[in-house]
Structure formats: C-alpha cells, structure tokens
C-alpha cells in the first residue's frame, strides 16, 4: 500500500528545507540524514546525489529533491525526523510562504518590507518562469523559444503584459517576479525596465537567468554574472530553446 502523497503545505515544507540541505550539506551530513531516517540506501544508492555534490555539478538541486521526496514517500514521518535533523544542524528554517528566495545562498538572510509595492499573497510556484523583456512585436518570436524551454523542462512561463491584476503594472512586475522560481532577463536593446526588474529579481533572491543578442547590452554591474547570448533567428532561437531547457531543469 502506497503511502498518502504530501499535502500541499508539507510539500512547501519539505522544499524549503532541502532548500536548507542544498546550500549546506556536505557528504557528512547527508549520511547522518540517512541514519535518522533509515533511509540510507536512499542517499548512498542515489546514483548521482553524493557525486554531484561533490564536483558542484548543475543537477545537484533535482537530485537532493528526488532524495528527499523519495525518503519521505517512504515514511511521511520521515518529514519531521528530516526537519528535526535540520533544525539540531541550522535552526529553524524558514516558514514556507515568508521565503521568496529561490536561488541558494551563503549570505545572511534579511527581511524587509516595500513601501512601493503590495506583497502579494502565497509564495513562490516552483514551475512558474517569469520572463523580462522588452513590450516589443520584435521579441514575440524570442518568447515563444522560452516558452518552449520551459515546456520542455516541466515550467509555465508567464510574461507581465500577459496578465492584469492591479491598476499599476508595476505592480503585476512585482507580483510576478515575487511567485516566479526563476527569472529570465533580457537586456537586448539596454531596456530600462529590464534593468529594474533584474535588480527586483536579485534583491529577492530569484534565479536570474540573463540572456541578450549583443554582449554590449550588459550593464557594467552585472558582467560578472554568466548569460546567453543568442541570435534572433530561426536557428538561433532553436538553440536558445534548447540551451534554456537544460538551464532551467538544472535549477527545479
């Protein structure tokens, strides 16, 4: 008999706390999971969890998911054995809906309120892409190779001029870089509006994912972050298409 999936809060839970496991672990502390847990076949029999930790490959993440999950689906008490491991490690983590950050960090955590912006109810919607760009006819070609991407890799993208919510657009921006797991950026064309939302997405800790069709069009500020340049053409879309997929699965 299978055991009942997660509810939708213990799913938020348990996300936030390997969020917890992705940014610390070491092998050490994964085994000692195992142990609690009685789940170490889970963890050593993983064929690449433990290695890709060890070589800091990109699938690291989708792999420290898949484990946890699967630890969990095998005992749902295993949800508060993980916790009460992590909380004797790092302290209480965060309460799901409070942390927006989807990008892992080291950096000291900090919490603050707008005073230009409404904070928008729930949190973060782990398959939603939030897409930057230009209000251009010249970047629809562009979106739909996003879009692909993330079909592709198991996301929805979603851009603002897609939706209206509030009176100030802006607003709809905020909301929806604020629910987004990953944002995508392009700053062709040195868009100031681009540049804003980028700035958003960072102070939120979102996953930027900076893209633009000339290397000029990169602000000073943030050319120390890697981005994709691409070609709006037929076969350049194709291969930003398919080079956004492998990004944006390498980030669930």
């Known amino acids: ?14 996300i936030a706390l390997t969020r917890i496991a992705v940014t610390n672990f070491n092998s050490g502390d994964w085994q000692i999971l195992g142990a609690e847990t009685g789940a170490m076949d889970v963890v050593t029999g993983h064929d690449r969890l433990l290695r890709s930790l060890s070589f800091g490959d990109p699938d690291y993440s989708g792999n420290a998911h898949a484990v946890m999950f699967q630890i969990v689906g095998r005992d749902p ?5 993980i916790e009460d491991v992590i909380i004797g490690m790092y302290g209480e983590p965060e309460v799901a809906g409070e942390n927006v950050s989807t990008a892992p960090s080291k950096s000291r955590a900090i919490t603050f309120k707008p005073s230009v912006f409404d904070v928008p109810e729930g949190g973060v919607e782990t398959d939603l892409v ?17 879009s692909a991407a993330g079909t592709k890799s198991g996301f929805r993208t979603l851009r603002a001029k897609d939706i209206w919510l509030h009176s100030a657009v802006i607003q709809d921006v905020f909301s929806l870089i604020f629910r987004a797991h990953i ?6 064309g040195k868009n ?10 960072h102070t939120l800790g979102k996953h930027v994912v900076p893209i633009t069709q000339t290397q000029a069009d990169i602000p000073f500020d943030l050319q120390h972050h890697r981005y ?4 709006n053409n037929g076969e350049g879309k194709a291969s930003l298409c398919n080079t956004l997929a492998t ?3 390498s980030l669930r």
Request: aromatic share 16%.
């Open 247 to 249: 990004r944006f699965s």
């Open 228 to 231: 994709l340049q691409y070609l």
């Open 192 to 201: 100031p509006n681009v540049f804003y939302e980028a700035g958003i997405a």
């Open 77 to 81: 008490a295993n949800l508060q054995r």
């Open 183 to 188: 944002v995508v950026c392009d700053f062709t």
């Open 1 to 14: 008999m299978f055991p009942p999936p997660l509810s939708d809060s213990d799913r938020k839970r348990l």
């Open 130 to 146: 939030a897409v930057m760009m230009p209000f251009s006819a010249d970047f629809e070609g562009v979106y739909e190779a996003i």
